[in-house]
């Protein structure tokens, strides 16, 4: 989730797209709200790895999603439409999320982080991105409420898609869950 708009430079763009051949090199699904600017370069990257996207619209048909939200549909496997607008697919798109990952990030995003947030959710902050990810620290304090959602932060796309998957697979007992690859150290 991150940046659809605004100024978004290339090294940041790069990144993003580098996040998305991580996540789909790792045989997981890039999930973003069909939108242009950074979830559009994930899904990118994602393509340009082999792995799978899916687009989670705001809009009603493609007609909308297209000409109403000016949003892409290159690089989408997978277009899923709500017709619930900008921010009622918002919950949608979390919620089809074993893992949220911000990047960048305007108001759109803290209302993806929260909803991730207080849902507990494993969240991925992608570092040097900009945008809200240079305040989730101070927002994550000032909310002042555990929910046990695992926040990961680094700057590098592949040591953060390995710490999130450690993150999802651990049980709080210090225990592996089963994965798509098979057992960890699962224990009953």
Do not use: W
Not at 12 to 24: F, H, N, P
């Amino acid at each position: 989730m991150g940046s659809a708009g605004g100024e978004l430079r290339d090294d940041v763009r790069e990144k993003v797209r580098q996040l998305g051949k991580q996540i789909a090199r790792r045989g997981c699904v890039v999930v973003t709200g069909g939108c242009p600017g950074l979830p559009f370069e994930a899904t990118r990257g994602a393509k340009e790895a082999g792995g799978m996207t899916i687009g989670i619209s705001p809009g009603l048909d493609l007609h909308e999603h297209v000409e109403r939200y000016h949003s892409p549909v290159d690089f989408l496997d997978i277009l899923i439409f709500t017709g619930s607008g900008l921010m009622g697919r918002e919950v949608i798109a979390v919620r089809s999320c074993d893992i949220l990952i911000i990047v960048g990030g305007r108001s759109g995003t803290l209302g993806e982080f929260s909803i991730a947030y207080d849902e507990g959710k494993v969240i991925g902050v992608l570092e040097g991105t900009g945008g809200i990810t240079t305040e989730i620290r101070d927002v994550v304090r000032a909310i002042r409420k555990e929910t046990g959602s695992k926040i990961v932060f680094s700057p590098d796309p592949a040591i953060l898609v390995d710490e999130l998957l450690k993150r999802f697979y651990e049980t709080e007992d210090g225990k592996f869950l089963m994965n798509a690859k098979g057992p960890g150290k699962l224990e009953s």
